[in-house]
C-alpha cells in the first residue's frame, strides 16, 4: 500500500521560503516520478512540478525560477523549495505518485 506523507507547511510572508517534503512508503521510490500539486480555496487542483526517476524536472510556468523539486531516493523523500513566495502561492500542497496522494500540507503566504 502506497503511502505518502507532506510536512513543511506553514505561514510565512510575501518573499518569505518554505521547504516541503514528501515521505513516501509501500513503492520502490527511486522508480517512480514524483509529482507536486496544490489547490488554493474554491479553486481545482493546480499542477506544480514534476521530478523523474532521472531527476528530469518540469514546473508549473508561474513557479519557474522560485520554486525547485527534489529528491532523496535514499530517504524515499521528495522536497519542493519555495522561495520569492506570493500570496497567490497560497494552497494546500499535495504530492502524488503511483496513482496515491498525500494528504496535503497548507501553506499560507500573507502579511
Known amino acids: 500500500q502506497v503511502q505518502l506523507v507532506e510536512s513543511g507547511g506553514g505561514l510565512v510572508q510575501p518573499g518569505g521560503s518554505l521547504r516541503l517534503s514528501c515521505a513516501a512508503s509501500?513503492?520502490?521510490?527511486?522508480?517512480?516520478?514524483m509529482h507536486w500539486y496544490r489547490q488554493a480555496p474554491e479553486k481545482q487542483r493546480q499542477y506544480v512540478a514534476t521530478?523523474?526517476?532521472?531527476?528530469?524536472?518540469t514546473y508549473e510556468d508561474s513557479v519557474k525560477g522560485r520554486f525547485t523539486i527534489s529528491r532523496n531516493d535514499a530517504k524515499d523523500t521528495v522536497f519542493l523549495q519555495m522561495n520569492s513566495l506570493k500570496p497567490e502561492d497560497t494552497a494546500v500542497y499535495y504530492c502524488?505518485?503511483?496513482?496515491?496522494w498525500g494528504q496535503g500540507t497548507q501553506v499560507t503566504v500573507s502579511s
Open positions: 509501500g513503492i520502490s521510490f527511486g522508480d517512480y516520478t
Open positions: 502524488t505518485a503511483a496513482c496515491a
Open positions: 521530478i523523474t526517476s532521472g531527476n528530469k524536472t
